[in-house]
């Protein structure tokens, strides 16, 4: 008995100990006072009992597909991606003569990938025309310019002819081109009657094409 009681005295001496044995002593004095007694009104809500039957409802998703489904597809094509579909009649519409006269949009696409490439075909048509005007300015100052050499050229055979006669004398510098047969060529050049082929201008770039655009 006396080593109970010691036991008993060591565990209250510990405070977490006592204050456990505490509060479920407090829990138990409250849960008997408020125990129901007999003979009390208990009060609550009440039902009549009834036979009928019992409705249970059960909330599932799902989805209705349709017996015969028609999928319609743009064949209008951008780069590898179809078009978009903005807007589209109503299934069974009847096209009247007046829907035609003022001209009803029965389907609208998307458009702005479409008129993106043509922007840029625009700005590539452009840059075009521009590197065709340059071409043309560079060819016209080039083709002066070997105009020009040409001309200085052939003041220089001419210039050269006069000093090898007035050198040689006329018949021995004949005999000597003639041997060489470039009295042909001196004469031709003497009278300006050399044909150098020019090479032709380039040829201007048609316009951009524009793309095919969304029908309805």
């Known amino acids: 008995m006396s080593s109970f009681r010691e036991l008993l005295r060591s565990w209250w001496r510990q405070p977490r100990l006592r ?18 007694r007999p003979g009390a009104d ?12 019992l409705e249970i ?5 799902g989805s209705i597909e349709a017996l015969e489904s028609q999928e319609i597809k743009c064949e209008v094509r951008v780069g590898f991606q179809g078009t978009k579909i903005l807007r589209i009649v109503e299934e069974g519409y009847l096209v009247t ?14 458009s702005s990938e479409i008129e993106k490439q043509l922007v840029q075909q625009e700005i590539q048509y452009q840059n075009a025309v521009a590197s065709l005007a340059d ?14 050499d ?22 021995v510098a004949e005999a000597i081109l003639h041997e060489l047969q470039l009295d ?24 951009a094409a524009a793309p095919p655009g969304p029908t309805a």
């Open 57 to 61: 409802s059960v909330v599932e998703s």
């Open 150 to 171: 040409i001309a200085a050229a052939e003041q220089r055979v001419r210039f050269a002819r006069m000093d090898f006669d007035k050198l040689l004398g006329d018949q």
């Open 42 to 53: 208990v009060s609550g809500p009440t039902f009549a009992v009834r036979r009928g039957p």
């Open 184 to 207: 042909v060529l001196l004469a031709q050049v003497t009278t300006n009657s050399v044909a150098f082929p020019s090479p032709a201008p380039p040829s201007a770039p048609g316009p």
């Open 19 to 36: 204050w456990v044995v505490t509060a479920t002593l407090t829990l138990l004095i409250l849960a008997w006072w408020n125990r129901p």
């Open 97 to 110: 003569e007046e829907d035609v006269r003022q001209g009803k949009i029965l389907v609208e696409l998307d």
């Open 135 to 148: 071409a043309e300015q560079n060819y016209q100052i080039q083709l002066n310019q070997n105009l020009t």
